[in-house]
């Protein structure tokens, strides 16, 4: 079991996949929050949690005033927990899609099959904060196909923000036109990335902590 940080729901517990997810800790969770409460991007935000696995990050934006959340996780297993989470809670703002991050983030930006348009058909804003906290086993190439897709047009608002959570052992995410990284923040094994949404023509170089 893991607990929502702060916020209306601040305390109460959520159900973790048994195995197969990493969830992020509650201090990490607790540091990436009050840097989000200091940029402004919460409340009234509209949130996408990918690689969701509980939903914690998502549920916690929820807690602390997001307006719509949707957590995207492949696994089923943990897409179930993830629903089972939201039921919970009664959060009526927050929706769980069964799906690929790389489908889902390549149907918001138009670049993948028809199929995917159904599970991002209630995914019409531009998106104000988004989370991506992948297996750490993800390669690299992989994780720049989803980041790039974010950065297309009307996907991300002007003042959006990403959040990506790697292992300290892997390289820093290759940042696409149109995102770059603004901050890093490492806690034990886990690097903390924050972006935003930019009109350079190459991709950023490396941020410090």
Known sequence: MTRIVAGSLGGRTIAVPPKGTRPTSDRVREAIFSRLTHLDV?????????????????????????AEVTLVD??????????????????????????????????LAGAGPRAGSAATSGTTAALDLVFLDPPYDLD???????????????????DAVVVVERSIRTPEPTWPVGL???ARKDYGETAVYYAEPSGSAEPSDSVGA
């Open 74 to 107: 492949s696994a089923r297993p943990a897409a179930d927990v993830a629903r089972k989470n939201v039921a919970t809670l009664r959060l009526t703002t927050v929706r769980v899609v069964t799906e690929t991050a790389e489908r889902f983030a390549a149907a």
């Open 42 to 66: 919460l409340d009234g935000a509209r949130v996408l949690d990918l690689y969701a696995g509980s939903g914690a990050l998502g549920l916690e934006a929820a807690s602390r005033g997001a």
């Open 180 to 182: 770059a990284a603004f």
């Open 140 to 158: 690299e190439t992989t994780l720049a196909a989803v980041l790039t897709h974010l950065a297309a047009p009307d996907v991300l608002a002007d």
